[in-house]
């Protein structure tokens, strides 16, 4: 009976909150889980490092032969009190390819987790939350290149190490997508050429990077022990920007007719801020990261091989959930989804639903959202359409198209307390993968 419901990712409530409680920063909420065209929408992490990534867990995931057990627990923690229904992991191939299967998928029989079959390969495992919730999780390495939802290990351990066509097959042949990672450090060319099935739209490490200075007046604050700092977690809102490197390539590989899903990289490690932020809780913890941000997918139904379809399709959208959870979004051509191909001769229409943000506090001061469809082009993106709510748009012209969503958080404005600028700041929300009018 477990493994059933376990297959079917059931979601239930992961805090004793209502959720009819007005959502303030810090809660979380199950996955709406709306069904549209036959498609369900879930939500998770892809790229995370665990006790089998060499430089997780503050660099020492392992002493004396021992994997660190308090960080698995916090791994486990953030997983459940975020909420999320799957997550594909992403650790480094020196302790991953010396880690069998089940256990790179954290497996854990003591603590009733479950482990799913098939052919005779361990492929996925369940781990079960106070409340009901559960999280199925998927292993993968973060390699030459990475590959998510491996189904065991590959023959040549060592293919792990190439970001070359032969080890790319090897690992779709293992049952992996395969992903490039931190796409400021490939070329277009390599994003059109190499035999991927996508890359990162968004990376919260490149991203912390790029933020730096911020990073830095922060923690110079919390040693100061200043007390009008913004609640600890919209930290994120300091750090988080719009990555021209990425959004750059993105539009370029796909203008020139490559086809490939982007993602959004959570990319925890657990290693960076061991600074408490005022809720007694490190900066980088696991729960922490994982609320900012995640992956829809659009599954055709239960279980590992529909959250992979799903991926590869590019039936994606990423959503910043650290600004409110967006329920309602939707962006579709007929009965054409994200990752899908429409010919032009067809004059599509595409379609984008507004979300609005779920559970708003009434007493809030309203958010401004607003919706975007871009083209992609060689030079950039190009904007064709935008409202201040749902739109509708047929292109004259052949393309890659994705929606996007931005919000202005005055909802936010009594958390921010110094930062109260950034209420008025315009932020991506969601983030669509495109609809490609051929």
Not at 21 to 35: D, F, V
Not at 72 to 83: H, Q, S
Request: glycine share 8%.
């Amino acid at each position: 009976m477990r493994a059933r419901v376990a297959g079917l990712l059931l979601i239930a409530a992961c805090s004793s909150k209502s959720t009819t409680t007005p959502w303030a920063p810090g809660q979380t909420r199950p996955s709406a889980r709306t069904e549209r065209r036959g498609l369900t929408d879930v939500r998770g992490i892809i790229h995370a490092h665990s006790i089998y990534s060499h430089d997780a867990c503050d660099g020492e995931p392992e002493k004396d032969g021992v994997r660190d057990a308090q960080c698995l627990a916090d791994l486990r923690r953030g997983l459940c009190e975020a909420g999320h229904d799957f997550v594909m992991l992403t650790d480094h191939s020196d302790a991953f390819a010396q880690t069998e299967f089940p256990e790179t998928l954290l497996y854990r029989p003591e603590l009733e987790d479950e482990v799913h079959e098939r052919g005779g390969r361990a492929v996925a495992s369940t781990i079960h939350c106070e409340g009901g919730h559960e999280v199925m999780l998927l292993a993968g390495t973060e390699s030459a290149v990475m590959a998510v939802g491996l189904e065991g290990h590959l023959d040549d351990r060592s293919q792990y190490g190439r970001a070359e066509a032969p080890a790319i097959d090897s690992m779709h042949e293992r049952g992996a997508v395969v992903l490039l990672q931190h796409t400021e450090d490939w070329t277009v060319d390599q994003l059109t050429t190499l035999p991927v099935d996508g890359f990162e739209m968004y990376n919260l490490h490149a991203n912390t990077l790029r933020a730096a200075g911020n990073v830095l007046e922060l923690l110079l604050r919390l040693d100061r022990g200043d007390t009008d700092l913004m609640h600890p977690d919209l930290t994120f809102l300091a750090i988080v920007s719009e990555d021209e490197r990425y959004l750059s390539k993105w539009s370029e590989a796909l203008a020139r007719g490559a086809k490939r899903v982007t993602t959004m990289g959570t990319d925890c490690h657990r290693n960076t801020f061991k600074a408490e932020l005022s809720d007694g809780e490190r900066v980088d913890s696991y729960r922490r990261m994982m609320i900012w941000f995640s992956n829809h997918l659009l599954v055709d139904g239960p279980g590992d091989e529909a959250l992979k379809r799903a991926l590869a399709g590019g039936r994606l959208y990423g959503a910043f959930e650290a600004f409110g959870y967006p329920v309602g979004f939707d962006f579709f051509a007929g009965a054409h989804e994200m990752g899908d191909a429409v010919a032009l001769t067809e004059r599509p229409t595409l379609e984008v639903k507004a979300p609005t943000v779920q559970d708003l506090d009434p007493d809030a001061p309203a958010p401004k959202i607003t919706t975007h469809l871009l083209r992609a082009t060689r030079e950039g993106w190009e904007e064709v359409a935008r409202g201040d709510a749902s739109l509708s748009f047929t292109p004259s012209v052949a393309g890659a198209y994705r929606a996007e969503v931005r919000i202005v958080p005055r909802h936010l404005t009594a958390a921010l307390a110094s930062y109260g600028a950034l209420a008025e700041q315009s932020f991506v929300w969601i983030y669509a993968n495109p609809i490609y009018v051929d």
